[in-house]
Nanobody, 123 residues
């Protein structure tokens, strides 16, 4: 059982910024540092897309189209993962989800998602 709770979404004007947070709890409490964390987003009617990850060692990966605008980070002590979003565009409007992949610890512990937080970019 892994619980992921996102927060920080909201309405922002184009060009604005938001910082999303994800708090992990449950069986992940003592193995958070063994998990690759990530963020995905989904528009209604479309598939959810995992667009950025950060490894247990803190190495980040992000979709090329989002480089320079989005940045993922983590705090293993607090079991938190963050997504800093800058220069937001209307096409960034989506529900944003936190993801956990803990297969470093066990090959069954992956595919965990939070409930999502809505980000709306509009004037």
């Amino acid at each position: 059982q892994v619980r992921l709770v996102e927060s920080g979404g909201g309405l922002v004007q184009p060009g604005g910024s938001l910082r999303l947070s994800c708090e992990a709890s449950g069986i992940i409490d003592n193995l958070f540092s063994d998990c690759t964390m990530g963020w995905g987003r989904q528009v209604p009617g479309e598939q959810r897309e995992l667009f950025t990850t950060i490894t247990r060692a803190g190495k980040g990966y992000i979709r090329d189209s989002l480089k320079g605008r989005f940045n993922i980070s983590r705090d293993n002590t607090k079991r938190m993962v963050y997504l800093q979003m800058d220069n937001l565009k209307p096409e960034d409007t989506a529900v944003y989800y936190c993801n956990a992949d803990c297969r470093y610890y066990s090959n069954t512990l992956h595919g965990f998602w939070g409930q999502g937080t809505q980000v709306t970019v509009s004037s």
